[in-house]
């Protein structure tokens, strides 16, 4: 497959739950486009609509005032996600979620997005905003050319 | 934005004469889902529903949220000593499903056939 030509593609969602989607499909769109395999496609989708869920309730905490930025980078042999919203970025990563912790009530059900986001694509760093504010996570997943 | 999730109960006989509560769930599974995730499965009468099998068939999209919900049903139906498996998951969510170790406390099957078959 020739090397795709660079393309970035924006999208602002609103602070509300379920527009997630949104994203999630234009970043399905971009990948197909670029040749990305169907399960490689699936991957990306729940790991961009955590990234936007984690934008909506945490970053922006539910604020329909304030939108929720999307950036897709394509080119080469990957594609960039960049999810910025107005919070204050993340202190630290959250511990690893644990089943049996959960069943046995030591921890809470939730908590599962980014250990998601973390194990589905190539790459995923959370950026603190150096003015507090537009913090982002920037994720990576690449063609794999065993399969191309 | 997020489509509404339906569900509904039905009760069938596994091949090996066990009574089996199906919980059929339509839509998106988010956060919005308590009540047909939860609420449907809390309507089920513990001490007859032994068994339970939740078929993901016609769900398309599981977030985070969706799959809190899951844990805390199964969360439920442990202490209730009820059995929950699960059919009808795309490749995608098994994996998913698998990933955070929900497995670990409900079966995966294919197929309701396959499903039945084990109980």
């Known amino acids: 497959m020739s090397e795709f030509k660079s393309a970035t593609v924006e999208v602002r969602l609103p602070s509300r739950l379920g527009f997630e989607k949104v994203a999630m499909s234009s970043a399905a769109s971009v990948a197909k ?7 490689r496609v699936e991957d990306l989708k729940t790991a961009v609509a955590e990234a936007c869920i984690n934008a909506i ?8 005032k304030l939108s929720v930025g999307v950036v897709l980078s394509a080119g080469g042999d990957k594609l960039e996600v960049k999810v910025i919203d107005d919070g204050k970025g993340m202190m630290k990563q959250p511990a690893k979620p644990d089943i049996d912790r959960k069943m046995h009530g030591e921890e809470g059900p939730r908590g ?3 250990f998601l986001i973390q194990a589905l694509v190539d790459e995923a760093e959370w950026v603190a905003g150096c003015d507090g504010k537009s913090s982002y996570v920037r994720l990576v997943i690449r063609l794999d050319k065993e399969a191309e | 934005m997020q489509s509404e999730t339906k569900s509904r109960v039905d009760k069938l006989t596994s091949p090996a004469g066990h009574p089996v509560t199906v919980l059929r ?9 308590k009540d047909a995730v939860l609420g449907t499965y809390q309507g089920l009468p513990k001490d007859t529903a032994k068994l339970i099998l939740l078929d993901f068939t016609k769900v398309d999209y599981i977030n985070s949220s969706g799959i809190a919900l899951v ?3 199964l969360i439920e139906a442990a202490n209730a000593a009820q059995k929950v498996y699960a059919f009808g998951l795309s490749a995608h969510f098994t994996k998913v499903f698998t990933m955070v170790g929900i497995t670990k406390y ?3 099957f294919p197929g309701q056939a396959e499903a039945l078959a084990a109980l």
């Open chain 1, 33 to 39: 486009l670029m040749g990305f395999r169907e399960d």
């Open chain 1, 57 to 64: 309730e945490h970053g922006n905490r539910l604020n329909e």
């Open chain 1, 112 to 114: 599962m997005g980014m």
């Open chain 2, 25 to 33: 769930f339509e839509g998106d599974i988010a956060s919005t889902s």
């Open chain 2, 71 to 73: 844990i805390q049903l």
């Open chain 2, 106 to 108: 409900a079966g995966l």
